[in-house]
């Protein structure tokens, strides 16, 4: 599956942002979402991941009750939208895929089988 993601930019903090991230290739409801981020000089950090269906979430502390995850099978995207975004949130943001079976949110990057290019998020005044 080929991933693409988009709607990163430069906001200013407190600002929101959604992110999307579209797929091709396969059957897309097949695969459990996620997003990780990383910023400069730090390793990925796992933000979030949604189940095959949307019906499960898992997120990271550090984004809980900011961000959203949500998914549209018919339209074989994921979202991730971001609301009151500060400077640490600043990060380069790749979504990925994982054939997972139906219920599961992984969390780590080895569990994912497939990667977006990446959408840069800069949070500053």
């Known amino acids: 599956v080929q991933l693409q993601a988009s709607g990163g930019g430069l906001v200013q903090p407190g600002a929101s942002l959604r992110l999307a991230c579209a797929a091709s290739?396969?059957?897309?409801?097949?695969?459990?979402m996620g997003w990780f981020r990383q910023a400069p000089g730090k390793e990925r950090e796992f933000v979030g991941s949604?189940?095959?269906?949307?019906?499960?979430?898992r997120w990271a502390d550090s984004v809980k009750g900011r961000f959203t995850i949500s998914r549209d099978n018919a339209k074989n995207t994921v979202y991730l939208q971001m609301n009151s975004l500060e400077p640490e949130d600043t990060a380069v943001y790749y979504c990925?895929?994982?054939?997972?079976?139906?219920?599961?949110?992984?969390?780590?990057?080895?569990?994912?089988?497939?990667w977006g290019q990446g959408t840069q998020v800069t949070v500053s005044s």
């Open positions: 949604i189940s095959r269906s949307g019906s499960r979430i």
């Open positions: 290739g396969r059957t897309f409801s097949g695969y459990c």
């Open positions: 990925a895929a994982d054939r997972c079976i139906l219920s599961y949110t992984p969390a780590i990057p080895q569990e994912f089988d497939y």
